[in-house]
Nanobody, 123 residues
Framework: EVQFVESGGGLVPAGGSLRLSCEAS????????IGWFRQTPGKAREGISC????????YYTDSAKGRFTISRDSAKKTAYLQMNALKPEDAGTYFCARGACLGSTVVNTGNNWGKGTLVTVSS
């Protein structure tokens, strides 16, 4: 029932920008925080950024802070991750999830992962 469709990834040069989108369905969007995770081969998903529910507070890893901006649109039931000044270490498959913010990550995500969207950064 709970579904996420991530999009917006691609191949960009270092220093470039991407805007990722996360279309959510199957639940009351505004009742949950939304976060973005990055996964690289052989590693667990890492929480990159989270935006809370009612007050829309935002959280970022130290690496993402100042370069990435997370946002949400209630009408579209979509969350976004604007990524600027991309670095090769930002590369990976990005997933979104619902839950509660715990710093930059999301807890209580369940197991409703989408397919993710691939971000590749060339140097």
């Amino acid at each position: 029932e709970v579904q996420f469709v991530e999009s917006g990834g691609g191949l960009v040069p270092a220093g470039g920008s991407l805007r990722l989108s996360c279309e959510a369905s199957g639940f009351v969007f505004d009742d949950y925080a939304i976060g973005w995770f990055r996964q690289t081969p052989g590693k667990a998903r890492e929480g990159i950024s989270c935006i809370s529910t009612f007050d829309s507070r935002t959280y970022y890893t130290d690496s993402a802070k100042g370069r990435f901006t997370i946002s949400r649109d209630s009408a579209k039931k979509t969350a976004y991750l604007q990524m600027n000044a991309l670095k090769p270490e930002d590369a990976g498959t990005y997933f979104c999830a619902r839950g509660a913010c715990l710093g930059s990550t999301v807890v209580n995500t369940g197991n409703n992962w989408g397919k993710g969207t691939l971000v590749t950064v060339s140097s």
